[in-house]
């Protein structure tokens, strides 16, 4: 007999407790007598190592018929242990003995297995013994149950198990409590007589218990087993799991008595029903679900699919099941998908790819699969299961998508070459009237004439904003535009701006004010070129549109931090006010209110339009609230970084700084004074290269005013045998022409071998094509700058002076000539013409200048101290625009010449520059007071 036992169980005291139980109660008789029955224990301090012994002992031919564990806590779940036992070997008995609790709650959360026994602690040391030998000698026999059946009705009260025995000579039936509590019953109240039970069976179970318990009385089963329904006292139904087995016969081979157990499997039943109508629920979804589904186990064997997958493979869905790839598919198509199984299994998540396959009718579809391994009860994969899905039409429509996305991107490109066509083609001649109109402006002329003239520069002027407006929405929508981010100083950018606003608000007798609270930082980071943009045409728009009152600026910190500041800017006009529910469509392209606005004010619309994108673009938003006949309050706000403290690590500016086409190069210094006329022993230090005689004559002409003479070619390729020839100082370059163009032109000067004298030689653009690709073009082909036709003269004139003019440095200090009259310090005559000779207003101006130009000198003499270059040039910049507005026209000069210094790092001379700032701002001062301006 088969004795052998495993025990789980690390506690001493439970070790030495089971060596009692089962060492004293089987040793009644002379424990030294060796044929007393003795049990192999085997004690292991964990279920783990309980199985690996178990295991290793089934696969040597030692098979083991119980198992004993003992739960201490709710960590260790005896069912999984249980469950892989009975994969090693079905026969295997279990007991668990545990606390009522731990009992309590296994029986509550889980389904009790047949061959898994419940014991709770403590327990009758007898009756343990009793149930131990109970189940080994059940497994060694089933002809001794009848010998202990009373012994084990004690022992298995904690395991819910009925016991019954039936004697069917006397018809009569000896079962223990549980059997009757289970049905609600005490012991006492089931009748003895074996009919009674059948009366409890079901009426539609009862003939096939019958049948079930005849077959294993005529050995056709080795068992009798059972599954049926029992009515309970209070009327309900139980489910009942029967279990006996013959234990007596007479001499003739008829049954005497048998025996058995009860289990209530209600619960498991409950579960069952539940879990067909989830299955049937889930095998109708998957049956109704277009998509292709099959699931395999890690052979590649199908378990079972769809009708769509089976109506794919022309097998139904049935016959699918137990067939391999190989046996439905190619063995070309066979491989792909083993393989595809393979790669999922292995990497255990699910897994995606496309797949062209043929139906059975021929028809040829991509389908897109995705793999998934589907797990058992203890995380194992068992297979897995896979969709496939028809997305030939998604793919086509796809390629659909993207060759419309294509051919609109190629729209978006031919729209773009127009745009830039069209600027160059309306600039070539723009820059023929607006050129002449210029130099004939400067002849004489009667009033008449001069009248004429002004009328044709000023709508020639217009119809280049409208195109600048028209290009700027272009780059808008195509995401092209860009945002420069560098240092400037807010106040300064105001400074200066207001006073040209101040001006535009004069002509119309409007007043004009700018607010600023003193908590807005001034030293921040960003694109002021863009800010400036917004702001002028949204101050603009108000002068416009106002004929009494005036126009206010209000400049606020909304939020800020220790990196960024949410600036605030008001815009606030006492016009004509904007009608109510009309405020939104303000900022919509090609948009006015009605078309009287357009007659009577003109404009394209974009305006607005272009400044909520760029608002938008700088972190910020826009909004107007308006009344009609009232005024417009226009709200804007934008995020600014700040400047970091001197000394600090500042990150890189995001790209270099080139002017926007809104812009031109209009940046540049305005000089209002001529510089000194050239004599003929200069010779000609500029090559112009231009094919369009309009041009020519402009451009010739503007560098005569300049006191320049230049030398012509009409295409690159005389461009270049000029420059082989003699060695200028400038060149500016059209980008089209004939023959050779700029582009191809500048390439051979800058080339490797190239056969110019210098090929360093400066080379500016001229260039009516005003895209920023273009510009960027231009760079990329080695030219140092560029100038958007119709060029202007004073920007012409910062080239010149900075390519033609500009001498070495040769000595640390360089020296600025001091002025020799008061002219040369106060351009009155510019600045009366500028503000048409307004005293009150050239009063406001100068007082302006005045009254900020100390701090700037406390700012450029700061930056000079922290050798910071790029502050340097700042404030020499904005020194610049003020003192050029300003009629201030020695400070300009200096400025220039300290915005050059900061930008080259030239440190030497900034505290000349300095003495001589302080040296003109003296004599300007005395200059304005002996003249009653101040």
Known sequence: MNRRILIADNDPKSVDRYMDI????????????????????????????????????????????????????????????????????????????????????LEANYAIPDNLYCVRKPF??????????????????????????????????????????????TRTQTINSRWAEMLGYTHNEIDRDIKAWEQMVHTEDLPYVRKRIEAHFAWDAPLYEAEFRMRTRNGDWKWILARGQVVEWDADGRVLKVAGTHM?????????????????????????????????????????????????????????VEKTDYDLFSKEMADFFREQDRLMLASGQPRSNEEWVDYPDGRRVLLETLRTPYFGPYG????????????????????????????????????????????????????GVIGMTELLMETNLDPEQAKGLELIHNSAHSLLSIINDILDISKIEAGKIELETIDFDLRGILRDMNGLMAVKAAEKSLSYRCVIDPDVPSLLRGDPGRLRQVLINLIGNAVKFTSDGGITLEVSCKTENDIQARIGFVVADT?????????????????????????KYGGTGLGLAISKQLCEMMGGEIHVESEAGKGSRFHLTVLLEKQRPAGASAPPPRREHTPSVAESVENFPQLTAPPEKRTAADGAPILLVEDNETIQLVSLGLLKNLGY????????????????????????????????????????????????????????????????????????????????????????????????????????VVVVETPVSDEDIFDEAGIRER????????????????????????????????????????VGHNIKGSSGTAGATAIMKTAMAVEDAGKNGNMKMISGCIDQLQADFTRLKKILVDKRIL
């Open 835 to 874: 503000l048409d000779d307004c005293d009150d207003l050239i009063q406001v101006v100068m007082r302006s200048f005045i009254a900020s130009f100390p701090e700037r000198i406390a700012e450029l003499t700061a930056a000079y101290q922290s050798r910071d270059g790029e502050k340097i040039r700042a």
């Open 709 to 812: 003479t230049a030398d012509l070619a009409k295409n690159g390729r005389e461009a270049i045998d000029a420059l082989k020839k003699k060695n200028y100082r400038l060149v500016l370059m059209d980008v089209e022409m004939p023959v050779m163009d700029g582009y191809a032109a500048t390439r051979t000067i800058r080339g490797k071998g190239s056969p110019v004298l210098n090929p360093e030689i400066p080379i500016i653009a001229m260039t009516a094509h005003a895209m920023q690709r273009d510009l960027d073009r231009c760079m990329d082909a080695g030219m140092d700058g560029y100038l958007t036709k119709p060029v202007k003269k004073q920007n012409l004139a910062a080239i010149l002076k900075k390519y033609v003019d500009e001498i070495p440095e040769t000595t640390s």
């Open 22 to 105: 089962l060492a004293g109660a089987r040793t009644a008789v002379n424990p030294k007598d060796p044929a007393t029955e003795r049990f192999q224990l085997l004690f292991f301090p964990d279920g783990d190592a309980l199985l690996q012994n178990f295991r290793s002992g089934f696969e040597r031919g030692e098979a083991t018929p119980l198992c004993i564990i003992d739960v201490a806590d709710n960590n260790l779940n005896p069912l999984r242990i249980f469950d892989k036992l009975a994969v090693i070997d079905p026969r295997v008995a279990v007991i668990v003995t545990a606390e009522d609790p731990l009992i309590d709650a």
């Open 575 to 599: 016009g004509i006010g904007i009608p109510e529910g009309q405020a939104e469509r303000l900022f919509e392209k090609f948009t006015q209110l009605d078309m009287s606005t357009t007659r």
């Open 124 to 169: 009758d040391g007898y009756l343990f013994f009793i149930l131990v030998t109970t189940l080994i000698r059940g497994w060694n026999s089933t002809s001794r149950l009848n010998d202990r059946i009373q012994s084990l009705d004690a022992a298995l009260e904690g395991a819910n198990i009925g016991l019954w025995y039936w004697n069917l000579e």
């Open 264 to 320: 209530d499997i209600s619960e498991r039943k409950l579960f069952e029903r539940d879990l067909k109508r989830q299955r049937a629920l889930l095998y109708s979804l998957i049956d109704s679900i277009p998509d292709l589904i099959f699931y395999k186990d890690l052979k590649g064997v199908y378990l079972g699919c769809n009708p769509a997958f089976g109506k794919f493979v022309g097998f139904h869905r049935q016959d699918v």
């Open 380 to 431: 194992e994969i068992l297979g897995l299961v896979g969709i496939s899905r028809d997305v030939t039409d998604r793919k086509q429509m796809q390629e659909e998508l993207k060759r419309a996305k294509e051919s609109a991107e190629k729209a978006n490109q031919t729209k773009s070459e127009f745009l830039a066509g069209m600027s160059h083609e309306i600039r070539t001649p723009m820059s």
